[in-house]
């Protein structure tokens, strides 16, 4: 397969004995979603790293830079083709957790690339002519320099890079996301996506839906339920995450009922990061405890007065996740929790039980979930 080295210097050669201006250009076809990075982000990566390089002008010609990023699932795909003048390409690819960092993942790629070739191709005086004291080299960005005719050649062989170089050839594998600080020496590259540097924004995900369950048996309650998530960003695989959640139900949504009872609670839910990963979908097993307050009164009387009292309850969650695009996806909890202090809810005249704690209360909450 031909290397990056290789086609980009036959492209810059030949913009150079063209007579191009100062730095070697260099065209982009850029293709991603909307909101998923920029061209203009992409190229400034470029540049930072290949110093003598430049957007290439109207009918200017060069090597060019072909992009395009894509959501899979919870994934984002980027591939980076460089193509030459003469047609010869090669194609690199990446996966990673957002754009933004399959973004500068190939702008590192494409840069270690094109700044291969800057140290073998000469400078071009206005008459054709390249100086004797400058000669092209073989080696990447060092190397002695060998005498050459002050003549340019009408043909010149793209250079061949020697078999180890100061930087790691771009032939290489593709790039992890994680990695590209480390990829070329002596460059800089901002945080890695695994950094303590990553904003806190990237680390939370808010949730809202509807919930039903039984708090008071004989009787089923729907609400809503709101949800805060806190979780390292990884795509690939499942992770320890936290989840704050804020439950309301009541047990006369569905219709009229002889007694009414209402319940607002907290929730905090632990997942270790245990179960089952796809590409699209997840499965965990995940462990709960809600706290809050329970509040019941008679709808049967003429005169009805109300009673709260606290709600505790620790239990197991089942959550499944599917994404759906756009940073969003498709949350299910299923749980099953055990009322740590039992209730009993009676009315006097006649005295008649109306509700009392279950032995197991379950709890089930769908939730559109969507990372910040």
Not at 132 to 151: D, E, H, K, R, Y
Not at 220 to 236: E, F, K
């Amino acid at each position: 397969m031909i290397s990056f080295a290789a086609i980009s210097a036959v492209a810059l050669l030949a913009a150079v004995r063209a007579g191009a201006p100062a730095g070697y250009p260099v065209r982009v076809v850029w293709d991603a979603p909307a909101g998923c990075s920029d061209v203009d982000t992409f190229f400034a990566g470029v540049a930072a790293r290949a110093e003598r390089v430049r957007r290439a002008g109207l009918g200017e010609e060069g090597p060019r830079l072909e992009v395009k990023l894509a959501r899979q699932g919870t994934k984002v795909h980027g591939e980076l083709r460089l193509v030459a003048d003469d047609g010869g390409s090669d194609l690199r690819k990446v996966d990673g957790a957002t754009c933004d960092e399959v973004a500068e993942a190939l702008s590192l790629t494409a840069a270690l690339a094109l700044s291969t070739s800057a140290g073998v191709v000469p400078s071009a005086s206005p008459g054709g002519q390249a100086p004797s004291s400058v000669a092209p080299q073989a080696n990447t960005l060092a190397g002695p320099a060998v005498p050459t005719s002050t003549t340019a050649p009408a043909a010149t062989p793209a250079p061949a890079l020697p078999p180890a170089s100061p930087a790691p050839p771009p032939a290489l594998a593709p790039v992890r996301p994680a990695a590209p600080a480390q990829a070329a020496s002596g460059v800089s590259s901002g945080s890695s996506p695994a950094s303590p540097g990553r904003s806190l924004s990237s680390w939370l995900a808010v949730g809202l839906g509807p919930a039903v369950g039984e708090v008071v048996a004989p009787h089923l309650s729907v609400g809503g339920t709101a949800q805060l998530h806190v979780a390292a960003p990884r795509g690939d695989r499942l992770v320890p995450s936290a989840t704050l959640g804020f439950l309301y139900l009541r047990n006369d949504l569905l219709g009229t009922a002889d007694a009414l009872f209402r319940l607002v609670a907290a929730s905090v839910t632990a997942c270790p990061g245990w179960g089952w990963h796809g590409s699209v979908a997840s499965v965990e097993a995940c462990a709960t405890g809600v706290g809050g307050w329970l509040m019941g009164s008679d709808a049967g009387v003429t005169v009805s007065r109300s009673v709260s009292r606290s709600w505790w309850s620790a239990g197991a969650v089942l959550r499944a996740r599917a994404t759906i695009g756009a940073g969003f996806a498709l949350q299910l909890d299923a749980s099953a929790a055990v009322p740590l202090v039992k209730r009993r809810f009676v009315t006097t005249t006649p005295e008649q039980t109306v509700g009392t704690s279950p032995a197991v209360a379950p709890l089930v909450g769908l939730t559109v979930v969507h990372r910040l």
